[in-house]
């Protein structure tokens, strides 16, 4: 975006085009002599971590704004979770029988993108962590809906990519999860667990933590396939065992299929605020 008030100053990429055609001399080839925010090895040392943050965080909001993006549906699941066509080729028999949550991550993520094309695009946009799996089936819903969709992609130790559904104008690389989490939740209205693994779990309880000690407002909080869930974890013992109330386990509902999570969106009320608590980060 241009700005009228900045118009008497050399713009940031003028000057680095510029610096591209200098002489070339020991001193203009030195490091040192570098534009500070064209430098790379500059950017990526240690005590620049502050800047990669803020960087990191900055880029993305920017350009959600900028698409017009108010709010968001986050959908969290497994990567390894396969398409029902490929539940032959899956490594063990659970995760063949989990295959048809892709179905209903694709239904329901063409559902919610139907949804949100009725409000221009600004609302209920569907965001996933752009990878395979769950994440493949809630952009492939959004593609076919003939809307658009977020991907929150993560640099990995391997080989890494976005799944090919997602919007290429709303597809962010990360290297910081911490970050990452920060812009799933920012705008999220609701948030919709499918079964995964350590990096579902880690997302899922992150966010009911937040929501528990009133960090972040409720929204509606679906997990889909009670069997999965109540069988990895104990939530009544939780409960039992006092560390965490009664109340908690109202934080979240039970779901299993694409059309049951609309409605329970669509008739969501929120509880109120429990005043006990600290206030919330904006």
């Known amino acids: ?14 000057d680095r085009s510029r610096v591209e055609h200098i002489p070339v001399t020991p001193q203009t080839q030195s ?9 790379d090895g500059f950017l990526c040392r240690e005590e620049l971590r502050p800047v990669r ?72 946009v569907v965001v996933t962590g752009g990878g395979p799996g769950v994440m493949e089936a809630g952009n492939r819903g959004a593609v076919e809906a003939e809307g658009v969709s977020v991907g929150l992609n993560i640099v990995l130790p391997h080989e890494q990519a976005p799944n090919e559904y997602v919007t290429p104008e709303l597809c962010f690389n990360f290297h910081y999860f911490a970050i990452r989490k920060m812009h799933f939740l920012m705008r999220a209205e609701a948030i919709c667990v499918f079964p995964g693994g350590f990096g579902t779990l880690d997302e899922m309880f992150e966010a009911l933590t937040l929501i528990q000690t009133g960090r972040m407002e409720p929204v509606p909080f679906l997990l889909f396939g009670r069997s999965f869930w ?30 049951e999570a609309i409605k329970v ?7 109120p605020a429990r005043q006990n608590l600290p206030g919330r980060d904006r």
């Not at 975006?1 to 003028?14: E, G, I, K, L, T």
């Not at 002599?33 to 430098?39: I, K, R, S, V």
């Not at 990895?232 to 509902?253: C, M, V, Y």
């Not at 969106?265 to 509880?271: E, H, K, R």
């Open 31 to 39: 490091p040192v002599y570098q534009l500070a925010f064209a430098d």
């Open 53 to 124: 943050l803020q960087l990191e965080l900055l880029k993305p909001q920017l350009m959600l704004d900028e698409a017009g993006v108010e709010s968001t549906v986050v959908m969290f699941g497994g990567a390894r979770i396969p398409a029902p066509a490929d539940k032959d080729k899956a490594r063990t028999q659970t995760l063949a029988d989990l295959s048809h949550f892709y179905d209903e991550a694709r239904e329901f993520d063409r559902q919610m993108t139907e949804k949100s094309k009725a409000t221009g695009g600004r609302r209920h």
């Open 1 to 14: 975006m241009s700005d009228d008030r900045h118009s008497r100053f050399p713009d940031a990429r003028v």
């Open 230 to 259: 109540e069988k990895i974890i104990n939530w009544d013992a939780l409960a039992d065992a006092g560390t965490i109330s009664d109340q908690d386990l109202e934080l979240f509902k039970f779901v299993e299929s694409a059309d």
């Open 265 to 271: 969106i669509d008739s969501w009320n929120p509880a």
